[in-house]
């Protein structure tokens, strides 16, 4: 069994930066692909970034150019850096594994101030 742990959550001022990471524990083996989704008030979970275990990147529109998705795969962990922040960016933020199942952490809260 696989666990999620992730920080990097917070408040910030539009423009601003964050950097989230996220760290796999347990039955970490055949890890497939890593990433972020997000989930604001009222709408529905939505894919951010994924990185393949072999690096490919995957990113949602509204953050391409803005957000870099990066790994360490030795660690287990996946990043997210967040610049050029918006306030349509606050959301719950979700690392999400897949590892022929798909595992949720539990979320951090980005908070973006106009």
């Known amino acids: 069994q696989v666990q999620l742990a992730e920080s990097g959550g917070g408040l910030v001022q539009a423009g601003g930066s964050l950097r989230l990471s996220c760290t796999a524990s347990g039955s970490t083996f055949s890890i497939n692909v890593m990433g972020w989704f997000r989930q604001a008030p009222g709408k529905q979970r939505e894919l951010v970034a994924l990185i393949s275990q072999g690096g490919t990147t995957n990113y949602a529109g509204s953050v391409k150019g803005r957000f870099i998705i990066t790994q360490d795969n030795a660690k287990n962990t996946v990043y997210l850096q967040m610049n050029s922040l918006k306030p349509e960016d606050t959301a719950v933020y979700y690392c999400?594994?897949?590892?022929?199942?798909?595992?949720w952490g539990q979320g951090t809260q980005v908070t973006v101030s106009s």
């Open positions: 999400y594994l897949a590892q022929g199942t798909q595992v």
